[in-house]
């Protein structure tokens, strides 16, 4: 069995002429939501094994709180091939997980994240900043579980009060 966990990063900063997109950092809300999707995963009591990112420095950030909040410490890899992806791109990417992977959390960003739910699950979710999704697969490897549908479990949407 297999968990895959999507994030779509949290809140950025606004697009600037200054500011290349991929440079744009968290927002003061941004970090809160990172945060809160953090506790989300530790009161489940999710190990993850793997986390995979864009290279995108919001996802990044919200990467790296993720796991703070989390208090877990795994193996976290930046990819390039998920900034601005499409759904197929990103089943590439989770197809060439390895096989002793069973947790894995790939953060990355809208369309593609919103794509490769439906793509998996067969349902459309709207995936706003800091929204959480478990996809849960019966395939023995990453490869078998994106040619199958998966089950989605559950979406934590990161929602600050006031």
């Known amino acids: 069995m297999k968990n895959l966990f999507l994030l779509r990063h949290a809140k950025a900063i606004s697009t600037s002429e200054a500011l290349r997109d991929s440079d744009r950092s968290l927002s003061d809300q941004g970090r809160k939501q990172a945060e809160l999707v953090g506790k989300c995963l530790k009161q489940k009591n999710i190990g993850l094994d793997l986390v995979l990112s864009s290279t995108a420095l919001r996802a990044r950030e919200t990467a790296d709180l993720v796991l703070t909040a989390a208090e877990r410490v795994t193996e976290l890899r930046y990819d390039q091939r998920i900034y601005e992806a ?52 019966r395939a023995a490897d990453w490869t078998g579980a994106v040619a199958e549908e998966g089950d989605l479990k559950w979406l934590f949407k990161a929602q600050l009060a006031g």
């Open 86 to 137: 499409s759904a197929k791109q990103l089943l590439e990417v989770v197809s060439e997980i390895e096989e002793e992977k069973k947790e894995v959390l790939l953060v990355g960003h809208n369309p593609g994240i919103e794509e490769l739910l439906k793509r998996l699950t067969g349902r459309f979710e709207s995936m706003g900043t800091a929204t959480l999704a478990k996809i849960a697969f």
